[in-house]
């Protein structure tokens, strides 16, 4: 099984819907981060976490919203979307120990909306 | 701000072709410097890393050298294969180190 896992792999929704990402991981790690991906652009953070109690805003959290709900989860969340939330995005852990700064990935939820 | 760029692609070798992906890195202090590789239909995953001025990281057959004079970390393969088609993203962890920086990402396509 993945360590970092997301649910759903793949979404359609239409405009104005809410929309709710899910994350998940198995290594025990306190710091838990939500990207966006888009062809060309790279990826971009839209939330991150350093504990249950901490979030904080990356570069792009308008129209977005998260969730710690406990050291292991980690939820994105769309309240109204719209078609140019449409992308993939990923969720990624890092222990606090780490301290080169690599990530652990989850593979992905791509969203589409209509 | 810290910033990364990075060659752009896409990318089209034949296998045994010499890769060179370049990257270059805008930072103040001293980064942690990646490569991370995101294969069809996947998450990404970290391919290689290096830590302080003139580290190689190294993997897979791929290498890449930190080197602060030219704020560099080019990705270098001898070989490709089909089976390194993927998209390359370099990236960077400085100041707080609390999140990586990416660069755009790099389309490879390695043809039989």
Redesign the interface.
Known sequence: DAD?TQTPRNRITKTGKRIMLECSQTKGHD?M?WYRQDP????Q?IY?S?DVKDINK?EISDGYSVSRQAQAKFSLSLESAIPNQTALY?C?TRGAGE??????????SRLTVL | GNSVTQMEGPVTLSEEAFLTINCTYTATGYPSLFWYVQYPGEGLQLLLKATKADDKGSNKGFEATYRKETTSFHLEKGSVQVSDSAVYFCALSGGSNYKLTFGKGTLLTVNP
């Not at chain 1, 060309?40 to 990826?43: I, R």
């Open positions: 970092v710091r981060y060309g652009l790279g990826l953070l991150y350093f990356g990923f990624a301290d080169t700064g690599e990530l652990f990935f989850g593979e992905g």
